[in-house]
């Protein structure tokens, strides 16, 4: 089950592996990751929903196929050891040191999980300290469970009604490994920052203009984020600071295009 990014990463490896890809997608994905999919031979099926309801019937298709193996999120070993490894590039990109605060756009959140696995790997190898990059996780305001449950100090998160925005990948309303996500946000002294979709249709149009990145929306609520944090006094202008694109604006024709009418 994936909002995107995923599937078509899924379907190419498969590919590539000769293996039968099968993904379900809500009926809401932005059409060329469906494209993607179908184009590198996966089975596709969208769902009326969001994730949450392709999930389920991912996981209902499953039980009368047990010769299904599946690889949604945290539900196997291996797409955390695939993840940490942005966390080791990090530091062997930046010389042998981390930065002061990373911003994650986290739906399934599994990419900050991975990295906080890096760091406490890195500290046993003798690489780093204790010190850990401040870690942010950044939602819509449509669909925040996870800001939710930081603001109010919980250590689970609630499912996220009516889930609306138009950054696909955030429109996750509960996030399997929402105690992991959090518990990292806390230990690193870091934060969870929710964003309009307003403020992302103006990020994806900044960051374009300013340093040529067409980010996808998701990575672009990490500037839109940013741009919260450094008025809040939160990031300092001297602090190394990493935002986390996920995707690129050419997989979201009809989100550029309300961009470009702003």
Same mark, same amino acid.
């Given at each position: ?138 939602? %819509?305001? +449509?669909?925040?469970? !996870?800001? *939710? $449950?930081?603001? #109010?100090?919980?250590? &689970? @998160?609630?499912?996220? =009604? ?12 509960? %996030?399997? +490994?929402?105690?992991? !996500?959090? *518990? $990292?946000?806390? #230990?690193?002294?870091? &934060? @969870?920052?929710?964003? =309009? ?12 203009? %300013?340093? +040529? ?17 450094? =008025? ?31």
């Amino acid at each position: 089950a994936s909002a995107g990014n995923a599937a078509g990463a899924l379907a190419l490896y498969a590919a590539r592996m000769g293996l039968s890809a099968l993904v379900f997608m809500p009926e809401e994905t932005p059409e060329p990751a469906v494209w993607e999919c179908r184009l590198a031979g996966a089975q596709v099926y969208q769902v009326p929903g969001t994730i949450a309801e392709a999930g389920a019937a991912f996981e209902a298709y499953r039980r009368e196929h047990p010769e299904v193996f599946s690889v949604a999120t945290l539900r196997e070993p291996y797409r955390v050891e695939g993840k940490k490894t942005m966390g080791y590039e990090l530091f062997e990109q930046l010389g042998g040191r981390l930065p002061d605060v990373i911003l994650y756009p986290t739906g399934g959140g599994t990419g900050l999980i991975g990295m906080w696995k890096a760091f406490d790997e890195m500290e046993a190898l003798g690489w780093i300290g204790p010190e850990r990059p401040r870690m942010v996780a950044v939602q %819509a305001a +449509g669909c925040a469970p !996870i800001v *939710r $449950a930081f603001q #109010e100090g919980r250590e &689970t @998160a609630e499912f996220w =009604e009516n889930a609306r925005t138009l950054a696909a990948g955030l429109r996750v309303p509960k %996030a399997l +490994g929402d105690f992991l !996500i959090l *518990r $990292a946000l806390r #230990e690193s002294n870091g &934060t @969870a920052v929710a964003v =309009e979709d307003d403020e992302i249709l103006e990020a994806m149009a900044r960051w374009a203009q %300013a340093e +040529g990145v067409l980010a996808a929306p998701e990575g672009a609520a990490t500037l839109a984020a940013l741009l919260r944090l450094r =008025e809040a006094g939160w990031v300092q202008p001297e602090e190394t600071v990493v935002l986390f694109n996920t995707a690129s604006a050419h997989k979201y024709p009809a989100v550029v295009q309300r961009v470009l009418l702003q």
